[in-house]
């Protein structure tokens, strides 16, 4: 069962350009919505989270976009540089369940072309 | 420096053989994961340690078994290793079990069975 699905699997853009990742989800009880982005060679780290209290989470160039009735939440980041270039991952968990278990999509590359 | 640690980077073995991946936090977290990173990227969770009890635990073949001595340490023995067991093995830790924090990442063991 995949419980957070992801697209685009791989998105190409200009620098200067907003790359806009989508996800959505399944579980009406999570409440804890993290992206995090893996560079190559690394492993994941988180970028920026949000919870459903708000529909917009901003740090710098990176905005979350949540839409708790649609079940769908989306990272824009504007002004892309080529250093933003990595696989974007979405996730999700339910602070109110009792087991700690952050589901992750798929996955998105990123590539911010000069 | 405080972090998530694993050793090994690397590890080349054969099929049927058995290996053990060791992992260690100093964030003085309380729950500890093992992610399961294949080619094609996909991050699924394995297992899941809450001082010293398993929380978590998906539907991972049998051969696959955490072991930990106290909440800072959480290792993973493969019995018998097969072919798909092939990926990066990603150690990882939050500070509580219930969800809605950062989850911290160590750099990974990647595995390759021959």
């Known amino acids: 069962q995949q419980q957070v699905r992801q697209s685009p699997q791989s998105l190409t853009v200009w620098e200067g350009e907003t790359a806009i990742l989508n996800c959505s989800y399944e579980?009406?009880?999570?409440?804890?919505f993290p992206w995090y982005h893996q560079f190559p060679g690394e492993s994941p780290a988180l970028l920026i989270a949000?919870?459903?209290?708000?529909n917009k989470k901003e740090d710098g160039r990176f905005t979350i976009f949540f839409n708790k009735r649609e079940k769908k939440f989306s990272l824009h980041i504007a002004d892309s540089q080529p250093g933003d270039s990595a696989t974007y991952f979405c996730?999700?968990?339910?602070?109110?369940?009792?087991?700690?278990?952050?589901?992750f999509g798929q996955g998105t590359s990123l590539s911010v072309v000069p | 420096e405080t972090a998530v640690f694993q050793t090994p980077n690397y590890h080349v073995t054969q099929v049927g053989n058995e290996v053990s991946f060791n992992c260690k936090q100093t964030?003085?977290?309380?729950?500890m994961y093992w992610y399961k990173q294949d080619s094609k990227k996909l991050l699924k969770i394995m297992f899941s340690?809450?001082?010293?009890?398993?929380?978590v635990n998906e539907t991972v073949p049998r051969r696959f078994s955490p072991q930990s001595s106290d909440k800072a340490h959480l290792n993973l023995r493969i019995k018998s290793v097969e072919p798909e067991d092939s990926a990066v093995y990603l150690c990882?830790?939050?500070?509580?079990?219930?969800?809605?924090?950062?989850?911290?990442f160590g750099k990974g063991t990647r595995l390759t069975v021959v």
């Open positions: 990882a830790s939050s500070l509580d079990r219930e969800g809605g924090t950062e989850v911290f």
């Open positions: 579980d009406s009880t999570f409440d804890y």
């Open positions: 949000i919870r459903p209290v708000s």
């Open positions: 996730a999700a968990s339910g602070a109110s369940s009792s087991f700690s278990k952050l589901v």
């Open positions: 964030l003085g977290h309380d729950t």
């Open positions: 340690y809450n001082n010293k009890q398993l929380i």
